[in-house]
């Protein structure tokens, strides 16, 4: 990967000495960046191209050539293949359109390049890919119109996206922001080089400080995985975005969890497991680079709110709470060295300094600094209004900023305000930020709050596929009814209630004598999934005669579905009192496997959608987690005087669910364990299905 951004020379196949066509804009970029590297035109009808000596092949080259672009028709971009593999050329971007984007025939072509390169070990980024910028060493091998009339400045920020226009829409916002950037590249068809192969390059890439990634589609989740782990250990940010909503591999199921998932769920599960940051647009995408880049991490949530209006910063609190920023009052003894300072200062956090501050030399900076030095709050938002238009109020101040910086500088100071680009180039120059809109602002540091969090909890591996004891499913579990599928999961811990499958109505009989009243009757088919949308469940029967009536009601309603189910008879079980309902699953994603679900049960779990999901494997302290981020989960702890249920075998169960996930991975299509009653102390695993592939 190192060749596809520091090459030390290019050839450049279908080179045309027109700098306005696609073929002749790399040159024209390369040149105007000033690129050392040898840039050698292939043309056979020029001598020259743009002042540089042509070539009819490669082959007429002398010397090696570390990389080569091809911009031909699509039809002959087979041969300039064949021309890099003889000399010896390892990697190749392919600029030209006319493949797997286009139509059949284009699929095809492109499936000749992939494996022809393969045969020969040569890399592939594209073809139908904008190209490379990678700032430092000015190689400019792209034909993005961007450059034409912006020209990256050097700094720490990447980009890796799929799509060309994506990745010229951001690259040319952050330009025009100023931001300092590293490595821009377009994987285009993403014939063999893809965003994740790149996303592991510059976590290991010493130019990067931040990733900005977008991503159509994934070939391989776990791949994915382990670069956003290796970004985390590194310490590089990596903010996603995902770009589409239609869902490459997603498959219609039949289980509430697949049918709650959905690849965007699990997308945002995977960034949260592994350290990244989903932006939901490139403006916060850019917001939250252009933090890292100026500030450390943070090392805790709070922060502070110091104002010249009361009502931004009332504004800046109200937000700070929604995205989890806590601003916490400050302590008496802080309060009494301010007002000592400040008599007219309103409020204890935000801190409003009203307008009456001028009066007070220097009355904003020493309310500032005392608030820094008698907090550990590792955050500190200053809204200036309009001082920073004025350069003559401004640059004080600034001098004032820059201590404060370099005097602290594992915290976080973020000004507010409107500025000009000399004002904020200033700024910058000191490692200070300033966002005109206080929103935005608040949102950016947040996401810095939890990219840190995330990291000091990461993923803690793949699937371990020779786990000990691993049991496999053989031909006769491939299809299993309500009873095979519980008792399947007690192997794993899973509680389940004594209950009977029974043909007859004098077996159900039996059976509920046996158990005890009152008890519940259930119709047991494979083909049948969710049984109380017909009415197949009859709860709180309390005698031999409710027993008789409720078993042929079960098998009359049961005949009547359509599709001719196959009904293997009705379960008789006790009947199960008190408890919370939760609902236990797992979902199969076709692109990052199981995952394990949880929240609170019942038929409306699909309305109201208050679940959560977890990659397998689930550790103790991830089901935990797992547990708790479900906003519902209050109700298991002990809700207006409520008793607490029992967490630790609820927490048990869903690392059985995750072993068996483990176990089945090669054939589990999903479980829903709906409901799974958690008392005071015990559970019990009422009903489940569990789905193959």
């Not at 409020?347 to 309310?367: C, H, Y």
Request: one cysteine or more.
């Amino acid at each position: 990967m190192n060749h596809l951004f520091n090459p030390d020379s290019v050839a450049i196949i279908g080179a045309s000495s027109d700098p306005g066509k696609l073929g002749g804009r790399p040159i024209r970029f390369l040149l105007e960046a000033g690129y050392e590297g040898a840039i050698y035109p292939i043309n056979k009808r020029a001598d020259t191209v743009q002042g540089l000596k042509a070539y009819p092949s490669l082959a007429d080259i002398p010397g090696k050539v570390d990389q080569a672009i091809i911009i031909v028709p699509a039809p002959a971009a087979l041969a300039a293949l064949q021309e890099c593999i003889a000399k010896n050329i390892k990697m190749v971007q392919i600029l030209s359109s006319g493949f797997s984007e286009e139509n059949a025939e284009g699929l095809a072509r492109q499936q000749a390049l992939v494996e022809l390169a393969a045969q020969h070990g040569v890399r592939l980024l594209g073809p139908n890919c904008l190209g490379i910028v990678s700032v430092r060493n000015r190689y400019f091998a792209t034909f993005s119109t961007a450059l034409e009339a912006l020209t990256p400045q050097p700094g720490g920020i990447s980009f890796a996206t799929q799509s060309g226009a994506f990745g010229s829409c951001a690259y040319a916002q952050a330009i025009q922001r100023g931001l300092g950037i590293a490595r821009i590249v377009a994987t285009g068809n993403e014939a063999d080089i893809d965003v994740t192969e790149c996303i592991d390059f510059l976590a290991s890439d010493p130019q990067t400080r931040v990733i900005c990634a977008a991503i159509e589609g994934c070939r391989d989740g776990n791949r994915l995985r382990r670069a956003l782990l290796k970004a985390a250990a590194a310490n590089k940010p990596v903010i996603l975005m995902k770009v589409g909503t239609s869902e490459t591999g997603q498959q219609a199921v039949a289980t509430h969890t697949g049918a709650i998932a959905g690849n965007d769920r699990i997308f945002d599960v995977v960034c949260q497991e592994c350290g990244a940051w989903r932006a939901m647009s490139i403006e916060e995408m850019l917001d939250i680079a252009y933090v890292c880049t100026q500030l450390p991490l943070p090392t805790n949530d709070r922060a502070s709110i110091t104002t010249v209006s009361g009502g931004i910063g009332v504004l800046m609190a109200d937000d700070a709470e929604r995205f989890g920023i806590t601003i916490a009052p400050v302590s008496p003894d802080l309060q009494r060295k301010i007002h000592e300072v400040v008599p007219f200062l309103v409020g204890v956090n935000p801190l409003d300094t009203t307008a009456q501050i001028g009066v007070i030399e220097k009355g904003f900076q020493k309310v500032l600094d005392l608030v820094i030095q008698d907090t550990d709050y590792a955050i500190h938002f200053v809204y200036l209004a309009q001082i920073p238009c004025d350069p003559g109020r401004f640059l004080p101040l600034l001098e004032d900023l820059t201590r404060f910086r370099k005097q602290y500088p594992e915290r976080l100071i973020v000004l507010v305000g409107p500025s000009d680009e000399r004002m904020r180039a200033l700024l910058e120059q000191q490692d200070l930020v300033i966002f005109s809109d206080p929103g935005r602002a608040v949102r950016a540091v947040a996401a810095l709050c939890a990219i840190k969090r995330r990291w000091q909890s990461l993923h803690p591996g793949l699937p371990n596929t020779s786990r000990p004891g691993k049991s496999k499913p053989d031909e006769d579990s491939r299809t299993l009814n309500e009873l095979q599928a519980k008792r399947l999961l007690a192997r794993y811990g899973l509680a389940v209630p004594a209950e009977t499958l029974c043909t007859t109505a004098s077996e159900a009989v039996d059976a509920a004598d046996a158990i005890g009243y009152p008890v519940v009757a259930k119709i047991v088919s494979p083909d049948i999934l969710h049984k109380s949308d017909f009415g197949g469940v009859q709860l709180n029967l309390q005698n031999c005669g409710q027993v008789e009536a409720a078993f042929a009601a079960l098998m009359n309603a049961a005949a009547k579905q359509d599709g001719n189910p196959l009904i293997q008879g009705v379960l008789i079980a006790p009947m199960i009192k008190g408890g919370i309902e939760t609902i236990l699953g797992v979902h199969h994603d076709p692109i990052f496997g199981s995952m394990v679900m949880f929240g609170l049960g019942g038929v409306a779990v699909e309305l109201y959608n208050d679940v959560a999901f977890a990659s397998v494997p689930l550790t103790a302290e991830r089901a935990e987690q797992l547990i708790h981020s479900v906003r519902a989960s209050k109700l298991l702890t002990g809700w207006r005087g409520q008793k607490a249920v029992d967490l630790e075998q609820l927490k048990g169960a869903l690392l059985g669910l995750s072993a068996f996930a483990e176990d089945w991975s090669d054939v589990l299509e999903g479980v829903d364990i709906n409901p799974f009653v958690v008392m005071e102390s015990g559970t019990a695993c009422l009903d489940a299905v569990i789905s193959v592939r």
